[in-house]
Every structure is written in C-alpha cells, then in structure tokens.
C-alpha cells in the first residue's frame, strides 16, 4: 500500500499529540524551557538542512518568490483565523495558540529529507522503513509540541499526510520522469530552503524576532519549480 508510511506518520503525531494533550501538570517554568530547547534544537535542525543546498541562489529566489507570493495571498493572517475558529469550537483559553502549534509543527513534520526520501521510497518501492523511523520520532516530538503549544499540533497530521502521500503516489505513477541526478537536487534545494524556514521559526520561538512564516511557506513550492525549471532548459 502506497499511503501506508504517509497513514503512520500520521498516525503517530495523532496519538502522540492526544497524549501530550494529558500531560497538564508541567510547570509554566519548565514548558516555557523545554519550549526554549526545542526553538534551539529547530535552528539546529534548519542549518543542518540549510547546509545541504548546492545552490544558493535557487534558495534565495525561491524564498524572495514565496514571500512574494505568500504575502500577496496572506497565507498568514488566514492560518490565524483557521486557527481563531479552530479554538473557539475548543474553547481555548490562550489565543493565537493553536494556529502557532499547526504551523511551527507542520514545518518541523514536513521540511527535511526524511519526509522526502521516506515518500518517494514508499511510492518506488514500496518501502516504508524511512517513514516508520519518522513516525517514531513525530510522535516524540508531538507530545512535547503539545504539551508547550497545544492541541493545534495534531492538526498538523493532516498536511503532512497530503504533503507525503502527494508525493508517495506521484512517484509511483512517474517514476521514469524523474531522474536521480534531478531527484537529488530537489531533495538538496528543498531541505535548504525548509532549513532556513526553520531557522527563522526557531527565532520567532526563542521571541528574537518576528517573521511571518506562513507567508514564506509558498518558497518550498517554488524551490521544487526552479529546480525542475532548470534541469529542463539543460
């Protein structure tokens, strides 16, 4: 089954989240840590993924294009109210919440060769065992997301579930229209774009700064189109 590995993956961030969701009795002082050592370890992760482009110039056109487009499309401002309605039918007492949770937990879900290789393996191959570690460690990640960020975390599993299963089945449909000379360079430009998206989320988190991610979410889309928009003109 094609989807197997992408319906784990999510699974396990649903269940992960449910029980971090029970875990109440955490001290503000030691969420507001641990918080502060997953910011850290995000901006770690992002310049590992930063690290692994072989062109820069096709990460900073695909971040200048998608904040471009992001912001012209408010992507988010409408995360924020997706987030608003969500709570209020929660009745959430700490506002904004769980539209920072979905957001800063489908980055860290989606961005990152793992998530890549995991889908593409599942969709040539048939081979989950990538996308089963990941679920191992989501699942991890979402009972400490949740318990710091709230219940907006579990909703993540609905991207990462179209984001990889999208990928899983267009690579079992086309395996031949994409070479691994081509394969290799999305995965490169991909994570290096998603990197610095990680960095800066990482900063956000830590309250350095304030950049609007989820306008900038559009540059992953566009480091996939570049990428392929050059391998076709060569």
């Known amino acids: 089954m094609v989807l197997l590995g992408s319906i784990v993956n999510a699974a396990a961030i649903i269940f992960g989240s449910l029980l971090g969701l029970f875990i109440k009795r955490i ?15 995000i901006i770690v992760i ?17 971040l200048s294009l998608g904040a471009v487009v992001g912001e012209w499309l408010d992507i988010e401002s409408k995360l924020d109210k997706l987030g608003l309605f969500i709570e209020s039918k929660f009745h959430s007492k ?14 860290l879900f989606c961005v990152g060769a793992m998530a890549i ?50 990928i899983a089945i267009f690579a079992s449909f086309v395996p031949n229209l994409v070479t691994q000379h081509l394969l290799s360079s999305i995965i490169a430009e991909i994570s290096g774009t998603g990197g610095i998206l990680l960095i800066a989320l990482g900063l956000n988190s830590l309250g ?7 306008n900038m979410l559009p540059s992953i889309l566009f480091a996939l189109i570049i990428v392929c928009f050059i391998q076709f003109f060569k």
Do not use: C, W
């Not at 992002?46 to 695909?62: H, P, R």
């Not at 350095?208 to 989820?214: N, P, R, T, V």
């Open 208 to 214: 350095l700064i304030k950049i609007k991610i989820g």
């Open 94 to 107: 700490s506002e904004g919440s769980i539209s920072k949770g979905f957001v800063t937990s489908t980055l």
């Open 27 to 41: 001290p503000d002082r030691m969420k507001n840590l641990v918080t502060q050592s997953i910011s850290l370890v």
């Open 117 to 166: 290789l995991g889908a593409l393996d599942s969709g040539l191959r048939h081979n989950h065992e990538i996308l089963y570690t990941k679920s191992m460690m989501d699942g991890f990640l979402s009972i400490i997301l949740t318990s710091t960020l709230g219940i907006g975390v579990l909703f993540s599993a609905v991207p990462v579930l179209i984001y990889q299963g999208f």
């Open 46 to 62: 992002g310049f590992t993924l930063a690290m692994k482009t072989n062109q820069v110039l096709i990460v900073v056109f695909s």
